[in-house]
């Protein structure tokens, strides 16, 4: 999909507001696309969350997804054809009068790494919220979207829902890795890595991923439930104050250093080397994305797939 048929940033991440219940809501709306988000969508993204701790009238953010998915990942195609002006626009530079480090140069990919780990990139934007976040989990939670149910307060999900990252299958690396393994646990993260196979909602909830899954049918309800209550809970303020605690916790713990370091690594991603036939994520965006990635799905166990609709076939 070129960019002149991509949808805008404000079609693709919808905001509102209630003042009266101080509930607001994110809604990814691109259920046609599996709602993967632009890069500037991303922006728009984190520009609602940083809004949003400043908000006087908001105490809850719940996030979601229109259709059957919270969502893929992001729009890779419209990552991999950004040349030198679309990378500064994503920098927040377009307007500069700033020349791209060139192709041959470290920094050419370590720039775009580097900022990824910033807030304002939008890929660990919900991590810096000071309000409480409720992730409403369904379908497909993977890459992008994946990120943000790892950085959430509190997720609640649908039992038909997978978690995962596609770039443990042809990159082998993601930004939040330091984040998933301190929520998801070493081992049961380990696996996911190292196997690339996404879990299930029974078995992000048993490693204590998720806070609680219910049938698809009463999900919207129970993410409800959740945010009436949060906002009933304590004052602003207050609020405000058990998100800066938790936020010293994750420092403690590396969370942003695990960021940066995850941004080295994929700055030197184009000196991985394959090994024979290896799926590599260059070879995929030249042959076709999509169906790169469900013919070497087909290669693993059924229940090993990415693919819903691989998952139930036989092997």
């Known amino acids: 999909m070129s960019g002149a048929q991509r949808p805008s940033a404000e079609q693709i991440v919808l905001y509102e507001k209630d003042p ?39 105490k809850v953010v719940v996030i979601r997804g229109v259709g059957e998915n919270l969502g893929s990942g992001a729009d890779l195609p419209d990552f991999m054809e ?80 997978l978690f995962g990252h596609p770039s443990f299958r042809y990159f082998g690396w993601g930004p939040r890795m330091w984040t998933w393994v301190l929520t998801m646990g070493l081992r049961p993260f380990q696996e996911m890595v190292f196997t690339g196979r996404p879990f299930t909602a029974d078995e992000m909830f ?36 058990q998100k800066m605690f938790f936020e010293v916790v994750k420092q403690f713990q590396g969370e942003y250093l695990g960021s940066l370091l995850s941004a080295v690594f994929e700055s030197m ?15 995929a965006i030249d042959a076709g994305l999509a169906d790169s990635v469900n013919d070497n799905d087909a290669k693993f166990p059924p229940e090993f797939r990415l693919s819903k609709a691989r998952r139930e076939e036989k092997e």
């Not at 900022?115 to 993977?142: F, H, M, P």
């Not at 000196?271 to 290896?278: E, F, L, V």
Request: glycine residues 6%.
């Open 82 to 161: 950004s040349d030198d002006d679309a990378r500064l626009a994503e920098l927040r530079l377009a307007d500069a009068e700033v020349t791209y480090p060139p192709k041959e140069s470290f920094r050419h990919g370590a720039t775009i790494g580097q900022w990824y780990a910033n807030v304002a990139a939008g890929n660990r934007a919900l991590q810096e919220l000071k309000k409480i976040s409720i992730v409403e989990a369904k379908g497909y939670c993977y890459g992008w979207h994946f990120y943000q149910c790892a950085d959430a307060d509190l997720v609640i999900s649908s039992d038909d829902a």
């Open 269 to 283: 991603g184009g000196a991985a080397r394959p090994d024979g036939n290896d799926f590599m994520l260059g070879d």
């Open 206 to 241: 048993h490693c204590n991923f998720v806070n609680k899954v219910v049938p698809r049918d009463r999900l919207e309800a129970e993410v409800d439930k959740y945010a009436t209550a949060c906002a009933r809970n304590r004052p602003v303020d207050s609020v405000f104050q």
């Open 20 to 58: 009266a219940t101080k509930v607001a809501t994110i809604t990814f709306n691109r259920p046609e696309y599996l709602n993967a988000p632009t890069s500037a969508a991303r922006l728009r993204y984190a520009d609602l969350l940083r809004a949003a701790t400043v908000d006087d009238d908001v």
